[in-house]
């Protein structure tokens, strides 16, 4: 539910969001590998690509 009027006339198909907990635990476990990656590839950059990362 949107209750705030400026996004209410802006949302493509007002107040709804539908989530689903299966979906919600995946997405989840793809942010922590992907930030895994990040840090992993931090450590093994040079300092051009560690300040891009």
């Known amino acids: 539910m949107v ?14 969001l539908l989530t689903d907990s299966a979906a919600k635990a995946k997405a989840l476990k ?3 590998h992907v930030m895994a990656q990040l840090a992993s ?3 093994e ?9």
């Open 3 to 16: 209750t705030q009027p400026q996004l209410r006339d802006r949302l493509w198909w007002p107040g709804v």
């Open 30 to 32: 793809d942010y922590q």
């Open 41 to 43: 590839w931090e450590v």
């Open 45 to 53: 950059a040079d300092d051009d690509v560690t300040a891009t990362i």
